[in-house]
């Protein structure tokens, strides 16, 4: 291979550094009109009366909107496949605010201070009403966030609004109560994990203008250019016709800007006023107001015999959507089917539970999407029954852990919202992940923990995961590639690049198939105008599912132009030889060059376009695998934690550029590591966000990461794109388990909530000599 | 009122309100390489260079800069560019929507700091965020950057 299984820099990494125009923000009009929100001071109210008029006597306002301006259509702005296996339960704006937060009108206006003032001259009359903000206490609260008659499900996801459920579903193989009895050994626990913030760098931001042939132009900083085209046009009733979305470069989005969020009020107000309009949500708003993660609590059993053979694995899951239900039911989902086909020897699992309104900011898809929750709970909990069974941890798990060539009853039973797709690993190299990780963090010496001093103790901890690669029979690539003269090539592709570099990957694929290197295949991405259609940028999708849509557009127009140069070199296309740059009768050595080819093709003779299209369906979802491990050092009077070491190694089967996939697990391990360790949403008892800017949430910071060790094992998916398997996700997967693995490996004490605060170890090692 | 600023080397009078920030300034004479990731001076991707020491620009009164020399990233081009090959290498671009507060910030450290400890550059940038790479890509091609004496 020439071009894959290399690490060229990504195409687009010299001229954004050099801060040449580039985001969503860069393309705005500077004469456009600033638009900004009055959002709810109250976690759940009524809006009994709305008088805008002295906001609007004020010189420079162009629009204030309330409810009463946009049509009553229930809709959700989660950004997936359609029908979409999220309810329908939000409308654009509503007479109720449901979470501190929420949207009650929104102002448009010529500066940025007109807005701000013109916000608080609106006089808003508030019906205050008592909200959930309890998730444990959500279910049957005689307090419902979602009484409206028009919300509705898409299709059976267990969606009771009046209980407060958005979203419920229930599975089980073979008898769990009974493994459990026989089991000789059995551990319950429950765990809590909590909303994290993505905090990509760049917020939210969107910009609209009418173009000259009055269609609506949209350049928005999302993941999902067509999902955002699509629900445009559902939504606001503008015809789909008739609205362009561009993609720029997206400052990252980590599952963030896979929703929509400023995208059908800029809309709305061009569409309406003709004149240009922008949102650039501010940091607040984006702490506040777009997306966390699920808090979930996970209540688990495990039964093993005495020899270390797992049997049965029990979950109950209740999760927290906040106020709306994006995402609800498959990120629950999730956190089982992508968690607990791990342990695939098992006699019986069940897996259940319930996705709760709360009076919260809403929850949204996050990488790891529920993965990384059902990881720390079941990696805690295999951590904890080792423990009971006087047996290491990774020996058991070599013993019970998913192997080449297996499978696991869940795939099929458990989809995206659905019924899921059976699948074989047919690349599955955990067990040389585990082999490698061990020597790499140097276990055998460490293992359980080594005094340093009085007070510092070093410890190890691992954990395995596995994530996917897009979702079967339900996401679409597509790729179109076209010749130009002098012989090199335009790739358009839907696939949306948001920093983790798939404009580059996927050039990188079409330039293998094509021979050719890399500077000759010209990457175009995300613009619902000039690209063809794909999903979007999530469920680890775009280099496995994307990836095969360029490659099978390649292998056409590799066919194309044999076919076109064996008509100049006179002989059958079997006859025909290519190596990317120069053709060749093979009967008489004849030759012709790709430029002179594609030079004759537009100027001269046989003139034609050569375009090659294709598209891609996955038929399956091949999980990349990993096993993660941490080297600490815990101080045992304070609780204080450094990351010593994060050992990865990871199956993604071939690593299509090697330097980026990297990034793509690095980026994770230290996401997860803030998950783990400092990240946590605070929502004061009156319901608001009190961790609203980056000094009150802590995102790690380069003092804390000193060392990552990242390797990929030998693999070939034979699915996918010259043997890989997608890697966007997996790295976030493993820390909060590997890490509280390490604590109790350290210390004796387990640890059952995330982040793991120093303040909480030091109380739960109180609560361990009171119990002694 | 209007200021004057040595905007990248080029003397610039730019009119400005009293209360306005120098990153809504640049961002309206269309330098547009300076970003805005927070408000409170605490993501670093708004950062400048105020006579050669980086500066937030999203709490720098405009006013404040009259009469100084302002450089973005456009102003170092050349650097940038040998900063950016170091940081292909390593993979270590991602979402780049902080590489180029990233790069003036890299740029002005090796000015002021001869052979710096590992520990000194990771102070130094420590309030650049990065919510993308996990840091150790970056830390690699700066220490490149930084040994590169040409």
Redesign the interface.
Known sequence: MKTVNK?F??V???G????????T??YAL?NSLIVKILRSPHPYAKIKNIDASKALALAGVECVLTHKDFPRIPFTRAGQGYPEPSPHDKFILDEFVRYIGDEVAVVAATSNDICEEALSLIDVEYEVMDPVLNFEEAIDSSHILHPEPEIHEMFPIGFEPLRNIAASYHMHIGDVELSLKESDVVIQQSFYTQAQQ??????HTVNAQMDYQDRLVLYSSTQTPFHVRRILSQTLGIPLSKIRVIKP????G?GGKQALHGEMFVSYITYKTKKPSKI?F???EVFESSYTRHPMRLDIKLGADKDGTLKAIDCYVLSDTGAYGEHALTVFMVAGSKVLPLYNKVDSVRFHGHVVYTNHTPAGAFRGYGAIQGNYALESAVDMLCRKLHMDPIEFRQKNMMKENETSPIFAIMGEGTEGTAMNMESCKLDYCVKRGKELINWDSIYPHKNVSREKIRSVGMAIAMQGSGIPYIDMGSAIIKLNDDGFYNLLIGATD????SDTILAQIAAEELMTSLDKVIVYSSDTDLTPFDTGAYASSTTFISGNAVLKAAKKMKGLLIEEASKVLKCNVTETDFDGFTFKNTVNDEIINLRDLSNRLTYNEDQKQLVADSSYVGHKSPPPFMAGFIEILIDRETGEIEIENYVSVVDCGTPL????A??QV??????GLGMALYENVIISSKGKNITS???NYK?????E?K??VTEFAESYESSGPFGAKSVGEIGIDTPPAALANAIENALGVRMTELPMTPEKIIRALKAKEKRQ | MKISLIINGQLRFVEVEPGEYLLDTL??INI??V??????T??G?CTVLIEGKPVPSCSYLSVRADGKSVT???GI?DE??K???Y??????????????SL?LTVYALKKELIHPTDEQV??Y???????????????KAIKNYLGDQS
């Open positions: 690490s820099p990504s687009d990494g010299k954004i550094m050099m801060g040449r125009v580039a985001f923000d860069d500077q993505h905090t990509a760098l760049e917020p470069r997206v400052g990252g980590f650039v501010t940091r607040k948001i920093g983790q570099g550029n090697p330097k980026l990297q990034g690095e980026g994770g391990i230290v996401q800017d980056f000094l995102v790690p910071t380069r003092m990461i060392k990552l | 961002r309206k547009l390489s970003r805005r990731g927070c408000d409170n605490s993501c991707v973005t990233v456009e081009s940038a560019e900063i950016s090959a940081f292909g290498d390593e993979g270590a671009e991602q979402c780049g929507f902080c590489n180029p790069a990771d102070q940038l420590v309030s650049n965020l990065c919510r993308c790479t996990g840091y150790i890509s970056q830390k």
